[in-house]
């Protein structure tokens, strides 16, 4: 009997212990929490995952039993759980290390994609501007105005010009311009230090509820870093009078619940051309972050921007052809502008009383930005010529919350956000006027006060049937218009409303660690310039675009991973800028059918190979077949390269990037010609010293970096031309780099 009882009371004993529970948090060096780390007890092989907060909560953990945790980019590290961990919990700390893609397990709380942006902003990272963007798989840009205007975006068969169907913002802050001088949408990131980012987080398609205006072709969001391991300070140089200078300095060394840095970026650069761009650019960026009550996140961040230049302007293919300009020469080299941009952004952090996390930042921006261009030369004025002149002076207000709740029922985990948010943007002296040689003022075209809201709320669920996920949202979006037209003899404010509600459904079924497969669909829109939806009485204020996605992530071996997507997007209305006229023109329902297919491959530790290809059928539906073209569509796009790291005191790579031929005008009479650029990039480091030596266009192509069919007349012309007119893209490039770390 004394036998039994002793039995009995160890069995007990032990059912007390298999089925206690253990709490805990997983943070980087810096104290920042990790989400989706793997944490996974070795005995039992009962596991879950950290949630936005770094917090995990694994059951039936016993003491002197061992938990794995693991995620891709840092070390893995087994602790063994003693009994204050299981009373008081555990903090662990992860060490960041060398991606390697073997690691890199499919599992239905990650997103395969992002991980792989990961990767590709680790082997390769990014040193100017134009290089954010390329990060994201398939995304092509092209500048076209002297290196201060915002660059031409291409992305899944759209000619988005600077932002009309993608949706951009860094740490919660929106980068679209709407009812912009230039163009609706209008993104100028090149206030974002590039050394500066950490995280880039994407999507393609209209399927995310916490994204709304401009999201139809996709969106991306990127977030600066918190803390910086080490003070560092570059300076480069290199042809066409290129200049570029970077620090960032740690201003608070071992403190224990705070970090701030700032970051500074100077920029100087002619170009090839031969009336040089002046171009100069100064950013400065400081950020502030303490953690309160030992885990809630408060963070402010600051920063100003200013550029000005000097342009050469899009020049006619017939006058190159003919011999009186070269691809670097000038019609009217008096193109340039200046903008500025200063951010004040507040972030917080908080864990609820019921585990709930809540996220929130509120924001300031005060922009400034005038353009000279002169698209069309002696076309309208065959005196005075046709330049113009686009100005704007915004301010920009704005909110973002949202609470994020895990729950579960039964054997299926929820997951469910809410949010809202309120963007108020008040435009004064939004200026269109016909000028000459930068200073004489000849006629103005529009000039008004813009004032317009956008206030939202969305709803995001995710339910957890196993191996399969299925996340309905829904989103509502208020906008209000308001205009005050300065060329009026009369006072009068317009004012119009508009409501849209989108829902949006997606599936994603996660087959085994290797193979992933999604279904995405949903509905989403871009909003029309406010001077249009009020002076012009548009009908779509508020067009939609219905989108649908079927494909994979798989893994067939342990170095190489494939996505694949094929997709389809319908366009209730396209909007096209006509900056000489001032107005967005509508050009009706459009529809495109694409694949995309990613390719990433690990042949050693140290080379990683990458490329990203998108196949696209673009057309309009209400324009008769043969003239249902969509002008500058992209056809094929195709991107990537090969990188190596840690090579001995050896790192680097080849990128190259292709577009092909597409179509101009509606007919497809005139074409865009594609173009094959490859870029060089070579590091050595000696200690705390990098040299470095960077190549753009390494093979010296004469291609055309961005192409519009435009009808022009030059001033000994009797009559216009209709056809390209192009910017060159900069020819072989070289610079030199040295790079202190300390």
């Known amino acids: 009997m004394r036998y039994r009882i002793i039995f009995i009371l160890l069995f007990t004993f032990s059912l007390q212990a298999v089925a206690q529970t253990i709490k805990g948090q997983i943070v980087d060096p810096f104290n920042e929490p990790l989400e989706n780390v793997y944490v996974v007890n070795e005995v039992s092989n009962i596991h879950t995952h950290t949630n936005e907060n770094g917090n995990f909560t694994l059951d039936k953990t016993a003491v002197n039993s061992s938990i794995q945790v693991s995620i891709l980019g840092y070390q893995k590290k087994t602790i063994k759980v003693m009994p204050e961990h299981l009373k008081n919990g555990i903090t662990i700390i992860l060490k960041t290390k060398t991606f390697q893609l073997e690691e890199m397990v499919l599992r239905k709380e990650i997103n395969a994609l992002q991980t792989i942006a990961r990767v590709d902003l680790q082997l390769n990272p990014v040193n100017n501007s134009q290089e954010i963007l390329r990060k994201v798989p398939g995304l092509f840009i092209g500048q076209h105005a002297g290196g201060g205007k915002a660059e031409q975006i291409f992305l899944r068969g759209f000619d988005i010009d600077h932002g009309t169907d993608i949706t951009l913002s860094v740490d919660g802050m929106p980068i679209n311009m709407v009812s912009h001088a230039h163009g609706q949408g209008y993104s100028d990131l090149h206030f974002v230090i590039p050394e500066t980012i950490k995280n880039i987080d994407f999507g393609k398609g209209p399927y995310y509820a916490n994204q709304g205006d401009f999201n139809t072709a996709g969106y991306v969001n990127f977030a600066t870093k918190t803390a910086i391991n080490k003070n560092m300070v570059s300076v480069g140089y290199g042809d066409f009078n290129s200049i570029r200078t970077v620090a960032m300095f740690n201003l608070l060394e071992n403190a224990k619940n705070d970090d701030a840095y700032v970051a500074l970026e100077y920029i100087e650069f002619d170009g090839p051309f031969e009336s040089p761009q002046n171009f100069n650019r100064l950013n400065l960026f400081a950020k502030y972050n303490t953690f309160l009550n030992g885990k809630d996140k408060l963070t402010v961040s600051a920063s100003h921007f200013t550029s000005a230049w000097d ?20 019609i009217d080299d008096t193109e340039g502008g200046f903008t500025s941009r200063s951010n004040i952004n507040v972030q917080l952090q908080k864990t609820l009383e019921d585990a709930s996390i809540f996220k929130a930042n509120a924001f300031y921006t005060n922009y400034n930005f005038e353009l000279y261009s002169n698209f069309t030369f002696f076309l309208e004025d065959a005196i005075n010529g046709d330049q113009i002149k686009q100005f704007e002076d915004r301010n920009i207000y704005g909110m973002n919350a949202k609470i994020i709740s895990e729950k579960e029922y039964g054997n299926v985990e929820a997951k469910f956000t809410k949010g809202l948010g309120l963007r108020f943007d008040n435009i004064k002296d939004n200026e269109l006027s016909h000028t000459k040689n930068r200073s004489e003022l000849l006629n103005r075209i529009q000039f008004g006060d813009v004032q317009q809201t956008n206030a939202y709320a969305f709803f995001n669920s995710e339910f957890e049937f196993g ?11 208020y906008f209000k218009f308001l205009y005050n037209d300065n060329l009026s003899s009369t006072y009068e404010t317009l004012s119009k409303t508009k409501a849209i509600v989108n829902p949006k459904l ?7 660690d290797n193979l992933q497969w999604f279904l995405k669909s949903g509905i989403g829109f871009h909003s029309n310039d406010a001077r249009v939806v009020l002076q012009h009485n548009a009908d779509k204020v508020l067009p939609r675009a219905y989108g649908v996605d079927l494909g994979n992530v798989w893994k067939p071996s342990k170095n190489l991973v494939l996505n694949t997507a094929l997709w389809y997007l319908l366009s209730e209305e396209e909007f096209v800028y006509v900056g000489d006229a001032g107005i967005v023109e509508p050009s ?18 140290n080379i990683y190979f990458d490329t990203d290809a998108t196949y696209t059928k673009a057309k309009s539906l209400e324009n008769i077949v043969g003239e249902d073209y969509i002008p500058l569509a992209p056809n094929f796009t195709m991107s990537g ?21 597409r179509a101009a005008n509606e007919d497809n009479s005139i074409i865009a010609e594609g173009y094959f650029v490859s870029d060089l990039n070579v590091n050595y480091k000696v200690n705390d010293i990098t040299f470095g030596v960077a190549v753009e266009n390494l093979f010296d192509v004469a291609w055309n970096e961005t192409q519009f069919a435009t ?7 009797a009559n216009s031309v209709e056809e390209i007119h192009f910017t060159p893209g900069t020819p072989f490039f070289a610079k030199a780099t040295i790079t202190y770390q300390f």
């Open 311 to 330: 342009a050469s302007g899009q020049i006619p293919e017939r006058e190159v052809a003919n011999g009186n300009i070269s691809r670097f020469g000038a």
């Open 711 to 717: 009808e022009s007349r030059l001033q000994n012309e």
């Open 641 to 661: 390269g090969i990188s190596f790291s840690n090579l001995g005191k050896f790192s680097g790579g080849l990128r190259y990037r292709y577009l092909g031929d």
């Open 588 to 605: 009706g329902k459009s529809e495109r059918l694409g694949v995309d297919l990613g390719i990433r491959y690990q042949l050693t530790d």
């Open 467 to 477: 191996n399969l996920k299925v996340s309905p949202a829904l989103r509502f979006d």
């Open 506 to 512: 997606n599936f994603l079924y996660t087959q085994n």
